[in-house]
């Protein structure tokens, strides 16, 4: 593929949206007070967000009966991924809850759901939609949506089509379900995540328990530091290959530093050029290797590490500082509560000295990944035993309302329907779950992913393959940066 003197892509491929759509989308980021209807986001803080929690009554039964009548009989098949065995024991209770209230809401619609772990959902559905053995409703991870919207497995599908407004989901949100001008799903909750860290272990270390480390930078000095006095790790570096973990820690590193995958941090992304070997993501992959190499400050099972394997070191208190959700207390809490003897005192401090403040700076800003899920809708060929068109839009319906789009993101996420940031449950999320506020204020500093086809392997296989390439020393860090850039342009020049 050849690039003109602008290092630009020479012709432009017509992937995403297009050039003009993303401007508007971009300017839609930018005075998101005019595009909400449920809440103004130019006042977003936490004491906005506190302000309006519970303000407003929903009757989600009401609602959908309004798209499809509650008597209704079908049948629907479903995939996402739900709780799992490192998920608070919370999480659990509120799917059974959200399935039981399902079942009473509509009880003539046969329902077979499948739980899908998130590292293998995208595999799965690729096999399956070749078979034409797809399920009729999707809930995909954020950043898989546009591969098959744009091989043409996924229907046209906006929050209109199942009685919500698109103006109360967040503009970068449905930027991330929209192709080619087209909107392909509904977002049903949006995350950004936080930095933790042990501040007992700060104390120790000679660094103050209360402040995090400012910028990137301090986050290498702080990790060495804590490794020389203490001997644990300073930072819960994940790097696996082929897992979603590893793009959502390090991308806001990259990011933060002035690097990009194509050009996803700039005001008006064309997705047209390529940013893995500029300066800023080589500064930020040298920090990675200063970390994992020369200081030796990060777990050396950092290589094979997803974020779970962080959870035991940071409750024994081996491990000071990672990023992560909401949810990593309350699961930190359910670590302890399970603990005995000596360890229980020991996951009891670390618990009463876990601490959640903004992901660091670096150069060129504050960032995190605008993280989250969509719920698609698969066309009919595609669909074993076909679509159900009324029971799709049902389930879509009841799952997509303020209420379950709430009550589902309990302690890792957020609605997706802005609306459900006025209800009593997110009251009641922000009165009972520690430090949600602060990722919930994280939210204005996230970046959505490249919005093309081929994200996925951008993000999932390109990245975390750089990553690996530097921290073993298979290459040099240029030459790891310069080595995912090519292959990044090999990729989106296919074809052309």
Request: glycine share 8%; with cysteine; hydrophobic share 40%.
């Amino acid at each position: 593929m050849h690039k003109d003197q602008t290092g630009r892509f020479s012709r432009r491929r017509m992937i995403g949206l297009s050039v003009a759509a993303l401007s508007a989308a971009s300017m839609l980021l930018s005075a998101t007070a005019s595009f909400a209807q449920s809440v103004d986001l130019s006042k977003w803080s936490p004491e906005y967000i506190r302000s309006i929690a519970g303000t407003e009554e929903v009757d989600t039964a009401a609602t959908c009966s309004k798209v499809v009548p509650l008597d209704y009989k079908g049948r629907l098949t479903y995939w996402w991924t739900g709780p799992n065995d490192a998920s608070p024991d919370i999480e659990r209770k509120i799917n059974d809850e959200f399935w039981a209230a399902w079942k009473a809401t509509y009880p003539n619609i046969e329902t077979d759901a499948q739980n899908i772990d998130y590292n293998q959902l995208l595999d799965k559905l690729r096999t399956a939609l070749l078979g034409n053995a797809g399920p009729m409703v999707l809930r995909l991870q954020i950043l898989g949506g546009i591969e098959f919207s744009s091989k043409g497995y996924f229907q046209e599908l906006k929050p209109e089509d199942v009685g919500y407004p698109t103006a109360d989901f967040w503009p970068g949100a449905m930027k991330s379900v929209t192709y080619e001008g087209k909107t392909y799903g509904i977002p049903t909750n949006n995350e950004t995540m936080a930095f933790i860290w042990n501040a007992d272990i700060f104390k120790r270390a000679g660094l103050d328990p209360e402040s995090p480390p400012a910028t990137w930078d301090d986050v290498v000095t702080y990790s060495k530091t804590i490794h020389d006095k203490l001997g644990i790790s300073g930072y819960g570096m994940v790097a696996k290959q082929n897992a979603g973990n590893t793009p959502f820690r390090f991308m806001p590193q990259l990011w933060a530093y002035g690097g990009s995958a194509l050009d996803e941090s700039s005001d008006a992304p064309t997705y047209e050029s390529v940013g893995l070997n500029n300066e800023g993501t080589k500064a930020a992959l040298q920090a990675s290797y200063d970390m994992y190499v020369r200081d030796k400050s990060v777990p050396v099972s950092a290589l094979t590490n997803t974020q779970n394997e962080n959870q035991n070191p940071f409750i024994a208190g081996q491990l000071a500082m990672m990023i992560a959700h909401p949810a990593e207390y309350a699961k930190m809490v359910d670590l302890a509560g399970k603990a005995t003897g000596a360890d229980k005192a020991v996951a009891d401090a670390v618990v009463a000295n876990m601490r959640y403040g903004l992901i660091p700076e670096g150069p060129a800003r504050r960032a995190v990944v605008f993280g989250g899920s969509n719920m698609h809708f698969i066309k009919n060929e595609y669909v074993d035993g076909g679509f159900d068109e009324q029971a799709a839009k049902a389930f879509a319906c009841f799952w997509n309302s303020p209420e379950w789009s709430t009550k589902l993101a309990w302690t890792g996420s957020n609605p997706g329907n802005l609306a459900g940031f006025k209800t009593k449950w997110m009251k009641e999320r922000l009165d009972t779950i520690k430090f949600l506020d602060v990722t919930t204020s994280m939210l204005p500093s996230g970046i959505p992913f490249p919005v093309v086809p081929e994200a996925t392997e951008i993000m999932n296989i390109i990245v975390p393959d750089m990553l690996q390439n530097a921290l073993t020393g298979k290459m040099t860090v240029d030459q790891a940066a310069d080595d995912a850039a090519k292959k990044v342009e090999e990729l989106m020049g296919g074809g052309i």
